[in-house]
């Protein structure tokens, strides 16, 4: 028989209801629904709630390597495949397994104590290295394949998949990046100091942020804002690329930038493309 996973956002009420009407369809066409503690085999993760919800449960579906669908109950709803308007339409689409699967990369990240112990974490969207007391700013240095590159005061840095780029890492003033470049951002939050963009680099490169001695407090990393790693001065930060994805499952074709577009709600109009009347 087959199986999904459904794990829902149990604080919201529309959700539930949302998710015991697909769970209903689902069963009787005989396609067994599991909640997220089971470890029966499944092959789709299906999650009812914002980017948050889908953030949380993105650990199943990579542990798993099976596809996750998002439904939007959220405001953004990057992940989200699909809507609550078009929950038959999401039935058929699962019943059928119709849909294409796009690979997310994801970050791994090193986290080396000063006392020799060394805490592994991964991360869809982002790791946020952030200072802990708001009266001082926290003091970080950075490097790229081994080679200093600056240090500098700061509120924070972001390291970030393009996954991310419209993400945490937007909103402090990095770049947006398309989901399938190959590439790792570092985004710093309120720096000071000469050397302080946001940095774009390869896959096969590594970062690394050090947690320099002069700090007033510990220092916090938040992997996608659900696990925290608190961190002393003294501690090394590696990352880089991780050869597990995370799975997505698309119900269409539409491209990154129309996303873009509807999920920001820009501004096109007066936009010409050649041979192209504006509607």
């Avoid at 009407?21 to 499944?42: H, P, Y």
């Avoid at 937007?170 to 720096?191: F, H, K």
Wanted: glycine share 8%.
């Amino acid at each position: 028989m087959r199986s999904i996973m459904m794990i829902v956002n149990d604080k919201r009420e529309d959700a539930a209801k949302l998710a015991s009407r697909m769970r209903t369809a689902l069963e009787d066409r005989e396609i067994a629904v599991v909640g997220a503690d089971s470890n029966q085999a499944v092959e789709l993760v299906v999650v009812f709630g914002g980017d948050g919800t889908i953030l949380w449960s993105a650990q199943a579906a990579r542990e798993r390597s099976v596809p996750l669908l998002g439904v939007n109950l959220g405001h953004m709803g990057f992940l989200a495949e699909a809507e609550v308007s078009s929950l038959e339409s999401l039935v058929d689409h699962v019943a059928a397994a119709d849909y294409a699967v796009e690979e997310r990369m994801t970050l791994e990240l090193d986290v080396h104590m000063p006392d020799g112990s060394v805490q592994h974490d991964w991360a869809i969207n982002e790791a946020a290295i952030m200072r802990t007391d708001l009266a001082h700013p926290a003091h970080f240095g950075i490097g790229v394949d081994g080679q200093g590159v600056s240090t500098y005061g700061a509120d924070g840095i972001i390291l970030s998949t393009p996954t991310g780029s419209t993400a945490y890492s937007y909103s402090a003033g990095g770049p947006v990046v398309w989901p399938d470049t190959e590439a790792v951002l570092m985004v710093p939050l309120a720096a000071h100091g000469l050397f302080t963009r946001p940095l774009v680099v390869g896959p096969n490169s590594e970062l690394e942020v050090s947690i320099l001695k002069r700090q007033w407090a510990d220092i916090e990393v938040w992997c996608d804002g659900i696990r925290r790693i608190t961190v002393p001065a003294g501690t090394r930060i590696l990352c880089r690329p991780s050869k597990v994805p995370v799975k997505l499952a698309r119900l269409s074709d539409t491209p990154f930038s129309a996303r873009l577009v509807a999920k920001f709600d820009l501004p096109v109009s007066g936009w010409r493309r050649l041979g192209v009347e504006e509607s």
